[in-house]
């Protein structure tokens, strides 16, 4: 199956620092989201992208649709405790039959040192 | 509006038995969709339904069965559980017009 390599695997940082994190593909994606997700609960949208190029914000989140079409960056300014948890990238590819699966990356764990 | 909703939240099986997972959506969602999580492999597609009446196989559907029941309704069942069902189940949907699948709370499940 599809392939997404997703980094870094986790990231210690502290409290009001920037992160960054990506998801690179061998493959066409016709859309990429990001989600995050809580100890416990499932996956929630954070952030959906369907074009090339093109660069969206949801308060503190800004993710990139990557030109190739291959990648997609999720940055988080000035964090805070509540962004702990996983973030997971995913990408859609029209099959043959029109049906569109979607493919997830590993998982970015993010946790905030006090 | 409960969005995506599954029981049961927990369930411990012994091998060889059998089980339904249930999955409720309220959105009036086309696609229905069912993955398994498992620790660094992020989620995987056993099978999904673009519509009331069809459904398909993903990516590892083996040991697997599925019906949707109607709009609403999409259910997963295992019919002779093994220890490497142990995961934690997700149900999502999806609206027609749009790529965005949304989830549900999960089920974990261990099969001893």
């Known amino acids: 199956g599809q392939q997404l390599n997703q980094s870094p695997q986790s990231m210690f940082i502290q409290e009001g620092e920037d992160v960054s994190m990506n998801c690179t593909s061998s493959s066409i994606f016709n859309t990429w989201l990001w989600y995050k997700q809580d100890p416990g609960e499932g996956p929630v949208l954070l952030i959906a992208?369907?074009?090339?190029?093109e660069l969206t914000s949801n308060g503190r989140l800004t993710a990139q649709f990557g030109i190739t079409r291959k990648d997609s960056f999720l940055n988080i300014s000035a964090s805070i405790p509540s962004d702990v948890g996983i973030y997971f990238c995913a990408g859609t590819i029209i099959s043959n039959f029109g049906n569109e699966k979607l493919t997830f990356g590993t998982g970015t764990r993010l946790t905030i040192i006090p | 509006n409960a969005g995506v909703t599954q029981t049961p939240k927990f369930q411990v099986l012994k091998t060889g038995q059998s089980m339904t997972l249930q999955c409720a959506q309220d959105m009036n969602h086309n696609s229905m969709y069912w993955y398994r999580q498992d620790p660094g492999m992020g989620l995987r597609l056993i099978y999904y339904s673009a519509s009331e009446g069809t459904t398909d196989k993903g990516e590892v559907p083996n040991g697997y069965n599925v019906s949707r029941l109607n709009k609403r309704e999409f259910s997963l069942r295992l019919e002779s559980a093994a220890p490497s069902q142990t995961s934690v189940y997700f149900c999502?949907?999806?609206?027609?017009?749009?790529?965005?699948?949304?989830f549900g709370p999960g089920t974990r499940l261990t099969v001893t």
């Open positions: 992208l369907y074009k090339a190029g």
């Open positions: 999502a949907s999806r609206p027609g017009t749009s790529r965005e699948q949304y």
